[in-house]
Each structure stands twice: as C-alpha cells, then as structure tokens.
C-alpha cells in the first residue's frame, strides 16, 4: 500500500547529541511536512518542502534542520537535542499545485524521540 | 489570521451514544475542512474532508456539514463504538498548510 513512512518509531538519544529521523514516501507527493507533537497538544508545523523548496516556519529554533535528497525522502536533524525537544515527530505529505488547498495531508506514524 | 476552535474534552460516552464534537473556524476566503482522528501511539488519519459551502463529508458513520453562515464543521456519529476512542482534530487547510484545533479526546466506554 502506498504510504508515509518513519523510521525508527522510537528513538532515544542523549542531551544534545545529533539525531536524525527519516521519513519515507510512496505516494509521489510533492510536498512534504515535518511536525513536533507534544501529549495532549495538536500538531506544530516545523517546516515543509515544497518539490525541492525549503520553508521553515518562523519560530522554529535553528537547532531543527531539514533534508530532501529526492522525492522520496525527508530527515529531520536535531543538532543539540534539548529536554524540551522530546515529543513525537510527524511526517506528512500532500499533493501541491493548482486545487492544493482541497488535498489532504497524508501523515506516517511518527517517530517518539526520548532525550537521556 | 486562519484559526480553529473545538470543545474541549475528554468527551466520555458509553457505547451507542451519540456524538457531537463542535469546530468553528475563522478564514479569510473559502477554505476547505478536515477532520483527523489520531490513535493511541499513531499518527494522524483523515477521517473525511468537505471543500466547499454545504459539502458533507463522512466516512465510517461519522459526518460533518461545512457551515459557511455559521463558520461550523461539527462532527457527529449516531452510534459510537468503545474502538472510537481517540482524540479528534478539527482542521482547516491555508494554502499548502493545515490550521489544528487543538483537539478533542473521546473515551467510550462498553
């Protein structure tokens, strides 16, 4: 089945060493999103692609950084994980251009990032 | 700018109850409405999506009516199931980016 998916689905790491997470695609979208989701909040939208155009939103810290080597994939890199930088991370894709705004987002499972 | 207002939970119904979470939404224009359903551990999944003044959307017994005079997506489902249990985002799309509610959880007990 065509889908979103993240590896690993948990990562633990220590407090501020490197960490990346992948998130992988087979439905051809060209857009693709990253979220951070803390328990009981919705999702925070942290950047997104758009074909191979970054946009990162406002007040996401410069410790998050982002990767799309082709269509397919994403990383999610966190330079200096942080206490505060534990959550879930959600995936998503959509198909952009013209009619965009009536495309739905199509999420993975999320990767649960725990910081020693 | 673009926001989403929902009930706050938990909601708590015994099975085959009635359910309504409430969503108002404010937009400039005519944007389109969707309704996520996130399980335990999991990310999220559409649940049903409506694009345009009047439009209903459903799926799986669940339902909603995009409600330009009253700026309202509310969701509803005339049966629900103990396997219903999840919280449930209300969304609105601005441009390529999606504006959450902040979500509401629904535990259904047998």
């Known amino acids: 089945d065509a889908m979103v998916i993240q590896n690993p689905r948990y990562q633990v790491t220590q407090f501020g060493k490197p960490v990346t997470l992948s998130c992988s695609q087979t439905l051809n979208h060209n857009v693709m999103y990253w979220y951070q989701q803390k328990s009981s909040q919705a999702p925070k939208l942290l950047f997104h692609y758009y074909d191979k155009d970054f946009n990162n939103e406002a007040d996401t810290p410069d410790n998050f950084q982002s990767r799309r080597p082709n269509t397919s994939f994403c990383f999610l890199d966190i330079r200096s994980p942080g206490l505060g930088d534990a959550a879930m991370y959600l995936c998503?894709?959509?198909?952009?251009?013209?009619?965009?705004?009536?495309?739905?987002?199509?999420f993975g499972d999320g990767t649960r990032l725990s910081i020693l | 700018g673009n926001s989403v207002t929902q009930m706050e939970g938990p909601v708590t119904l015994s099975e085959e109850a009635f359910l309504t979470i409430n969503c108002t939404y404010t937009a400039t224009g005519y944007p389109s409405l969707f309704w996520y359903v996130q399980y335990p551990g999991e990310g999220l999944q559409l649940l049903l999506k409506a694009t345009k003044a009047d439009d209903k959307g459903s799926n799986k017994g669940f339902e909603a009516t995009y409600r330009k005079e009253t700026t309202s997506f509310h969701l509803e489902k005339g049966s629900v199931q103990v396997s219903d249990s999840a919280v449930y985002f209300c969304a609105l799309s601005d441009l390529q980016k999606l504006v959450f509610g902040t979500g509401t959880r629904l535990l259904v007990s047998p």
């Open positions: 998503a894709t959509s198909r952009g251009g013209q009619g965009a705004s009536n495309q739905p987002q199509h």
